[in-house]
Structure formats: structure tokens, C-alpha cells
């Protein structure tokens, strides 16, 4: 999914309301574009005393958010932190 594709799902889940959980299964890789879109969704949701929850990231994803200094700023299932 292009960027562009995921800042509009993002707007289309903050206006719905409510916690986000977004399913990571089958995902390989995210550019930086992407992540800026995540974290942008995730400091909206703490503003919002709401929360992004990424679920089913590889082994490969939950590296590369260590390595972009963001596993801390997004939950990525909390069971399977580093």
C-alpha cells in the first residue's frame, strides 16, 4: 500500500473513533513514508487517549522498528517486544 493509500485509511480509522489495531500479517517491509504515517497516527490516537496497536509483525518488521528507534512510540504486540 502506498503512503499515500495508508494517510487515507489512517484519516478514515481516527474518524471513526476509537482504538486502532492493524493487522501486520503478510507485511515484509515499510518504507519511511509509511512510518511517518504511523507515528503521526499514533501520536493523534495518545492525543486522543486512544491506541494504535500493530499485531502480527514479522521478526523482520518488529527489527526494522527497533532500528527506526519506533518499537517504543507504537505497540507492537506488547507480548513480542524486544
Known amino acids: 500500500m502506498p503512503p499515500e493509500d495508508l494517510h487515507e485509511a489512517a484519516l478514515a ?3 471513526a473513533g476509537g482504538d486502532i489495531a492493524l493487522n501486520l500479517h503478510g507485511v515484509d517491509h515499510l518504507d519511511a513514508g509509511a512510518l511517518q504515517v504511523l507515528l503521526a497516527l499514533d501520536a493523534e490516537q495518545r492525543k ?8 502480527n509483525a514479522s521478526s ?3 527489527q ?3 532500528f527506526a528507534g519506533a518499537v517504543d512510540l507504537i505497540l507492537v ?3 513480542e517486544r524486544p
Open 77 to 79: 504486540d506488547r507480548s
Open 13 to 15: 480509522a481516527l474518524a
Open 48 to 55: 486522543r487517549q486512544r491506541n494504535l496497536q500493530l499485531t
Open 64 to 66: 526494522w522498528f527497533q
Open 60 to 62: 523482520h518488521l518488529r
